[in-house]
């Protein structure tokens, strides 16, 4: 069974940091690419960053120079460093992991972030 569970967030104020963690199981995490989405409420579920199994990276351009996706392999987990927090930054976070060979990816529950003023 896989299963991916978020955990790190947090209410934190403007500027302040949050490491997230997305722990996986049931899945040869080393050759998946892991995403991170986020929600705002009211709007549609958006890309925040990637990491492949060759641990390339990629960003969203709102969050480029504040936010860091990393990856342990030996523990089968993947984080996203968050700093500089803005009120925009105020979503629920998903964690993805997929692999082109496969048509289904897989979801975590999310975890909440919230960076108050």
């Known amino acids: 069974q896989v299963q991916l569970v978020e955990s790190g967030g947090d209410l934190v104020q403007v500027g302040g940091s949050l490491r997230l963690s997305c722990a996986t199981s049931?899945?040869?995490?080393?050759?998946?690419?892991m995403t991170w989405h986020r929600q705002a409420p009211g709007k549609q579920r958006e890309f925040v960053a990637r990491?492949?199994?060759?641990?390339?990276?990629q960003y969203t351009e709102s969050v480029k120079g504040r936010f860091t996706i990393s990856r342990d392999n030996a523990k089968n987990t993947a984080y996203l460093q968050m700093v500089s927090l803005k009120p925009e930054d105020t979503a629920v976070y998903y964690c993805?992991?997929?692999?082109?060979?496969?048509?289904?990816?897989?979801w975590g529950q999310g975890t909440q972030v919230t960076v108050s003023t």
């Open positions: 993805n992991a997929y692999i082109l060979s496969e048509p289904t990816s897989y």
């Open positions: 049931g899945i040869k995490f080393s050759i998946y690419t």
């Open positions: 990491i492949t199994s060759s641990s390339n990276t």
